[in-house]
């Protein structure tokens, strides 16, 4: 007989450039709803800083983006998702959540979604960061100094 765990939720950080997001995929039991703050989450719903995502990312291109691994996966209607980002822009945030998404799922079960997730590259964290500036620039990281002409 297998144990019972009484685990809540799986949980999981995103990161990207200085974007940080904690992702936390809520288990549903024989309730429809869950309290988790001062909001109720519902099955196949995400809450991005306790608002709903769409109201956060608008864009079509941004929806595909972080729906990315629950599609793959096949768990779009699983969990309820519930997210705290903080840091960076909305680009950074935006792949800060889909690594995290991608790193919470790779939780669930890694037998079988890690290498669907490891192939799309999901779960590898983009290391670029913005460079900083130098000393003796004029105002920019790579920028020199103007000399003078005469």
Known sequence: ?????NLKYYEAVGRRKSATARVRLYIFGKQNKIKVGNYELKKGEIIVNGK??????????????YLKPLKLTDTLDRFGISIVVKGGGLDGQLDAITHGIAR???????????????SEGLLTRDPRVRERRKVGTGGKARRKKQSPKR
Do not use: C, G, T
């Not at 709903?52 to 983006?65: G, R, S, T, Y």
């Not at 919470?104 to 669907?116: M, Q």
């Open 104 to 118: 919470a799922l790779n939780k669930v079960d890694s037998e079988s979604y890690r290498p669907v997730l490891k």
């Open 52 to 65: 709903d995502i769409e109201q956060v990312f608008l864009h079509q291109w941004e929806k595909e983006k």
């Open 1 to 5: 007989m297998p144990k019972k765990s």
